[in-house]
């Protein structure tokens, strides 16, 4: 069974600080691992990662693939109040269609 | 352009009852996705339908049954709700299965049973 484990579960962080978050994933034919932002209910897109050691990057966020360790990390530098979320990590096997393994997030509170 | 709607936004019901979400895709899109949001359990998938036919089934119990019409609309029925089904269901389109970018997800239906 597909499996993917986030950490930490939760952490509080300052205005400016930089948060890294983690995500570990065992799944049968991996075929790519994304990053969601959750502030209220829809989870809204961050990164679809497919290939080890690329950096992906959206302004102060980015994120990287270790495809031998199986895991991702998501980094947000700068962080500000807009970014306290709950960040959920998900990996999509192949020929699985659109059916996505979830983590249990992390949430992040940012305080001015 | 329009995004992913669900309806109702909230619901209540009794256990023992019965309930049909709703969930209408992106306009073009034809994939939709349910998944079960709690506290415990996180974000787990329901089941996925594309061209009104199921493609993909989670682990759920059969109470947990959808449908998708000829306009990509979908509905979600659970029957015999029990005080865990309580949870933020939410559904997610795409254009076609396996395309992962533009996969949206709705704001949810938050249902309680009581």
């Known amino acids: 069974e597909d499996k993917v484990v986030q950490s930490p579960l939760s952490l509080v962080v300052h205005e400016g600080d930089t948060v890294t978050l983690n995500c570990s994933y065992e799944v049968t034919n991996f075929r790519s691992l994304l990053w969601y932002k959750q502030e209220k209910k829809a989870p809204t897109f961050l990164f679809m990662l497919t290939s080890s050691g690329i950096e992906k990057k959206s302004g102060r966020l980015s994120s990287i693939l270790d495809k031998k360790e199986l895991f991702s990390i998501l980094n947000i530098t700068a962080t500000q109040t807009g970014d306290s979320a709950i960040y959920l990590c998900?990996?999509?096997?192949?020929?699985?269609?659109?059916?996505?393994?979830f983590g249990g997030g992390t949430r992040v509170l940012v305080k001015p | 352009k329009a995004g992913v709607t669900q309806t109702p936004r909230y619901l209540i019901k009794t256990r023992g009852q019965q309930v049909t979400l709703s969930c209408s895709p992106i306009s073009g899109h034809r994939s939709v996705s349910w998944y079960q949001q709690t506290p415990g359990q996180g974000l787990q998938f329901l089941f996925e339908y594309f061209s009104e036919t199921q493609r993909n089934k989670g682990n759920f119990p059969g109470r947990f049954s959808g449908r998708q019409f000829s306009n990509s609309r979908s509905e979600m029925n659970v029957s015999t709700l029990e005080l865990g089904d309580s949870a933020l269901y939410l559904c997610?389109?795409?254009?076609?299965?396996?395309?992962?970018?533009?996969?949206?997800f709705g704001s949810g239906t938050r249902l309680t049973v009581v």
């Open positions: 998900a990996v999509e096997a192949l020929a699985a269609g659109n059916k996505l393994t």
């Open positions: 997610a389109s795409s254009f076609d299965p396996g395309q992962l970018y533009g996969y949206t």
